[in-house]
């Protein structure tokens, strides 16, 4: 479960990247395309060249829902019923393609936070990356 701690630093890391969600969820996409392959199968109706106006809006969306998330952090299943909703009955989407998005960003963060991104912000982003990814697979049960 995440921590007090684990809330302000994940606090923290998003108040840096306010203005940078679409570069964010872009790059995130971009790479999670380009490092495990099979999941663009799921985006066939996507332009999936580098920096794409469709990955720039997805990604941005993405990051929204990611915001989203973290504004309702004590509430996650609630503030993502809809999404998770869309992911298993609409999209079935193979959960383990979640870790991958999760793994995705957190390079993202890395490179772009460097220092900043200590090894108690890596570990509190990988806490709350999974309660997503639980929440948005909880429907497959
Ligand atoms: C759509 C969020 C993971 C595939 C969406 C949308 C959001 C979103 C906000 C747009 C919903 C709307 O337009 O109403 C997330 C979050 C994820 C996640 C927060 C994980 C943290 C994934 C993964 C895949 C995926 C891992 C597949 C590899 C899709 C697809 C769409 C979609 C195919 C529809 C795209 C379109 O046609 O516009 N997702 N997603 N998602 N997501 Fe996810």
Known sequence: ???AEDKKLIQQIWGKLSGAEE???AETLWRMFHSYPPTK???PHF???Q???QIRAHGRKVV???STAIKNIDNLSQALSELSNLHAYNLRVDPVN????????QVVLATRLGKDYSPEAHSAVDKFMSGVA???AEKYR
């Not at 979640?98 to 960003?105: I, N, Y």
């Open 1 to 3: 479960m995440l921590t």
């Open 23 to 25: 570069e964010i969820g």
């Open 41 to 43: 199968t799921y985006f």
């Open 47 to 49: 332009d999936l060249s």
């Open 51 to 53: 920096g794409s106006d």
């Open 64 to 66: 929204a829902a990611l």
């Open 98 to 105: 979640f870790k991958f998005l999760a793994q995705c960003l």
């Open 134 to 136: 639980s929440v948005l």
